[in-house]
């Protein structure tokens, strides 16, 4: 039977680590090789895609980072705490890589873009572990580590330099640890998790929800509440609580707010607590640029999709895998009562599809307890009538989604090379003009501010207009900011220019082909009296 009955924690820490050798071995060197066609992509026409990141945000984090190595604190400008990380333990694991590597000659876009690719090498792991806890055998969960590998979105953000693959990681093996005897490892995992992504305070919430309402279901006397279950509850409950806590108190200390500058940002109020509509444009955006739900693959998966809940259904084991169902629900929820997505106008870049992309291990999971689960129910002898046509029906499912796992890797790897090319040609190029040709001490106003506050001189300040760096800046206009800051100088992309105030242009730099910045041509101005 591919579904078998094991117990829980039948493995030991030795067994984990050496009895599943081989596919470790096979999960790192695969996503060495594919992650090597997006680094070695030239589509931009150079050699962009090895030396750059894909998204200015990377640029922000390393800044913090850098801070963080050298002066011992999150500031943005020299002396400066802000707000602006959003992802405190992605900061703080970089600054570690940056101080190491970085004396020896290594890039900081590598320090970033090699800390993205290790967390990414334990994805796959973590994914396998996962489904041999949901009773597959080896050969799903293999199944199941390797399509982790393969997909699209999760290999281009292996090498962007972001949070996600630690994301990623943290939540898989939160639900991991979870559903065994190490409450107390779950919950440190899931801390750390509350730490990297905003979200990740839903996740913990939500395993630990379930992981206490399993126990309390099981429980033989009528108390409102068991000493098992409190030392449970703190177990999971108490790091992600003091983690979180400890992020929302800098917060607080920094811009008067326990969240960060990025949630005031980039949060919609004006969406309300439920928009149906815009998390339908969110769902049906997000879905169309996934290799495992378009075009012809999509009736195969959602095929699976149900087989897996039956599954799991008539298993009894529906409330188990409530995490793994619930945590994609709560993530689009999340999503659609901050962002507005219009339908048919969001360019599904990865500046937008990271925020999801965490969900895709969790979805192949399901996919592979529910190919687990018809091919248990095809080949068992009462159905030998159709043990022929099974191999075949599998064959054809596996060319559908595998042509479109190939398409869809072309298209990205295309797009992260002209990514890298526009963010290194652009702002790192802008950033190293105004070290080089701005005056000490300028106050320089910017709308992208990571590159350009990575590579100008310390001695100068730049103000993050957005406000992601810069708290009194947040939901303020530019004319307005230009009068209160008193910026010398402004770096903005060309539409931001206006005769409402005077300038005189001192540089520019256009991108050949923009694919990622917001507008094509960046300009360093002079303000005027």
Same mark, same amino acid.
């Given at each position: ?25 096979? &999960? ?39 801070s963080l190595a050298q002066e011992g604190w999150f500031n943005f400008n020299p002396g400066i ?75 281009? *953000? ?6 996600? #693959? ?7 093996? *939160? ?112 879905? *169309? ?31 188990? &895998?409530? #995490? ?13 009562i901050n962002i507005k997505v219009v339908a048919g106008e969001i360019p599904w870049t990865y ?29 068992? #002898? ?27 890797? *072309? ?27 701005? #005056? ?14 990575f590579w100008s001189r310390p001695d100068q300040k730049i103000v993050d207009f957005l406000g ?62």
């Open positions: 039977m591919a579904i078998q009955d094991r117990p829980r924690n039948l493995e030991t820490p030795q067994r984990i680590l050496f009895g599943h050798f081989p596919f470790y071995v096979v &999960a790192i060197a695969l996503t060495v090789v594919i992650s090597a066609f997006y680094l070695l992509a030239r589509h931009s026409g150079g050699d962009w895609a090895w030396i750059g990141l894909p998204l200015d945000d990377g640029w922000i984090h390393l800044v913090y980072a850098r705490a802000e707000a602006g990380m959003s992802s405190p333990l992605w900061v703080i694991l970089l600054a570690v890589v940056y101080k190491v590597f970085t004396p020896l000659g290594i890039s900081p876009q590598w320090c970033a873009k090699g800390l993205s690719l290790l967390c990414a090498m334990g994805v796959p792991m973590a994914t396998y572990h996962l489904a041999l806890s949901f009773k597959l055998n080896k050969k799903w969960a293999w199944l199941a580590g390797l399509a982790v590998i393969f997909e699209p979105n999760l290999a281009y *953000g292996n090498v962007a330099g972001m949070e996600v #693959p630690l994301f990623t990681l943290l939540t898989l093996l *939160g639900l991991w640890l979870s559903r065994g005897d190490h409450p107390a490892l779950a919950g440190i995992v899931l801390g750390l998790g509350v730490i990297t992504r905003g979200e990740g305070a839903l996740t913990a919430i939500l395993i630990g929800f379930f992981t206490l309402l399993l126990v309390f279901l099981k429980r033989r006397e009528v108390t409102l509440i068991t000493g098992e279950e409190l030392r449970l509850g703190l177990r999971l409950f108490l790091p992600p609580l003091l983690l979180g806590g400890a992020w929302a108190l800098y917060n607080y200390s920094v811009n008067g707010h326990p969240l960060p500058n990025t949630y005031f940002v980039k949060h919609n109020f004006a969406l309300g607590w439920i928009n149906l509509e815009n998390a339908w444009n969110i769902l049906r955006g997000y879905m *169309g640029h996934l290799a495992l739900f378009n075009g012809w693959a999509l009736p195969v998966t959602l095929g699976l999709m149900a087989a897996a809940f039956f599954s799991l259904w008539q298993s009894k084991r529906l409330l188990a &895998a409530a #995490p793994l169902l619930l945590i994609p629900v709560l993530q689009l929820y999340a999503f659609s500046f937008a599809r990271r925020y999801m992309d965490f969900l895709l291990p969790l979805w192949i999971i399901l996919l592979s307890v529910g190919a687990a689960y018809l091919w248990s129910r095809v080949t068992r #002898p009462r159905a030998r009538w159709i043990v022929f046509a099974a191999p075949v029906a599998a064959l054809l499912a596996l060319v559908v989604i595998g042509r479109n796992i190939f398409d869809l890797h *072309g298209y990205l790897i295309e797009q992260y090379s002209w990514n890298t090319e526009n963010v290194e040609q652009v702002n790192v190029a802008m950033g190293k003009w105004i070290g080089q040709n701005l #005056p000490a001490n300028a106050v320089i106003g910017v709308t992208d501010a990571g590159a350009m506050r992601l760096n810069c708290e009194a800046c947040i939901g303020r206009p530019m004319l307005e900011l230009i009068a209160d800051m008193r910026p010398e100088y402004l770096v903005v992309f060309r539409p931001a220019l206006t005769d409402a105030f005077s300038y005189v242009e001192l540089h520019s730099i256009r991108a050949g082909y923009n694919t990622i910045l917001g507008g094509n041509e960046l300009v360093a101005v002079k303000l005027g009296p």
